[in-house]
């Protein structure tokens, strides 16, 4: 699929689907009223337009379908399917909001322009690392009011506190900031839960050949349903009572900035190659996923045919994530060797000028993951967990304070025919 037609209504397709055949109308006539065949030039110009236009014509029906479905679920006709895939998924400035599922919880999803602030909106600056100090030190001079107002918030029985979700939604804007995930276009779903039901594309429409006059096959998508369920990730620091007496500005500032780090890589961590089990299941150990392995040396017609088979399966690929040695392999494979030929390096095949390229250390060296990251979310409970110790290993000796900060998540793919990974790179 070419990627400029990926992007064009059916009405655009049509469009150039009629100049396609004009031309080829015009190929036609013009070797009639001369009395010849085709010449060669002339009948490969035939041929690639007429390849053109099958292409698009494939690329409308399938378009049209996916309205045709869409709309039904806009209207309601497949009941399993909750608000947050009615007009196309959800997300997207306005339409962020927070919604309830069938057992009452709160939850809200986010696409990549949307900001968690939005709904959590903030009053004052560095309130997620006030409210830690103030909860463990009581408040001071520099305490915001409305964090003062938060400070009756709930408490676990091991002495832990519930940061308020309305003081977090700064820290997760930042994270996601800094998070590839993030950048590649993931989506966020906040819950107020510790586990949410999303649903889960089990097979998407079908394009199926027919003969003219033929009836058109009828195929509608299937849904089933995947449980998100929060795994703890925790991050900890070491502060001294001084630093707390005589910055709590400065130290506010610097919680916030520890739990946006441990955060952003945490996701990329696991959401991208999480084991399962204790950790949510990352991206490449997903079900469904197409895979291409033993690579070796990865070059771009990998990239490309990973394109054509997410492609294939009615999905356009927006990004690509790899390890920082694998994106500099990609980017500087060389032309020429300077001596017989100028030298040079490859560029991006215009097949895939629109996809975007990033890199991480969180990704593998040895994995690449190509896919539609919309089609990707992360469950975030919205109020992280906060624990501290001033006796705890040599904390009492020193003077000092243990601070543990416990954020929980999980992952989904919600259509897994959207990705394609690349294993066995080196």
Known sequence: MDVKSSKMSPVELQAAIDQCLSKMDLLVATAKSEGRDFSEKERAEFDTVESEARLLNATRDRKQKSDEIQARVNAGEFANVPDFLRTGGGGGGPRASWQTDSRGCRYAI??????????????????????????????????PQNVRASLSGDTNHLGGVFVPEELFGGIIDLARAKSVLMQAGMRTLLMNSDSLVVPKLGSDV?????????????????????????????????????????????????????????MATTIDGWGLDGAGGTEPEGLFLQSGIGSTGSIGQIDWTD????????????????????????????????????????????????????????????????????????????????????????????????????????????????????????????
């Open 303 to 426: 990239v490309n045919a990973a394109a054509v088979a997410i492609e294939k399966l009615n999905h356009t690929p927006t990004a690509m994530i790899l390890s920082p040695e694998r994106y500099a392999d990609l980017f500087n494979i060389e032309t020429g060797n300077g001596t017989t030929a100028a030298r040079g390096w490859l560029d991006v095949p215009p097949s895939l000028r629109n996809v975007q390229f990033l890199s991480t250390t969180n990704c593998p060296n040895e994995k690449a993951m190509l896919g539609d990251f919309s089609k990707f979310a992360m469950g975030l409970r919205s109020s992280p967990l906060v624990e501290a110790t001033q006796v705890g290993g040599d904390a009492f000796q020193n003077h000092q304070v243990l601070i543990k900060i416990t954020a929980r998540l999980d992952f989904v793919a919600l259509d897994s025919a959207a990705f394609h990974s690349l294993t066995g790179l080196t």
């Open 110 to 143: 986010l696409s990549r322009e949307d900001k968690a602030t939005s709904l959590l909106p903030s009053k004052s600056r560095n309130e997620f690392g006030h409210f830690i100090l103030a909860k463990l030190f009581g408040p001071s001079a520099s305490t």
């Open 206 to 262: 079908v394009i199926a050949l027919r003969g003219q006059n033929d009836a058109i096959a009828e195929s509608d998508p299937t849904f089933g349903s995947v449980r998100l369920v929060a795994k703890s990730a925790a991050c900890m620091t070491r502060v001294s009572r001084e630093l707390v007496e005589d910055s709590p500005e400065m130290l506010a500032e610097m919680i916030g900035q520890l739990m946006t780090r441990s």
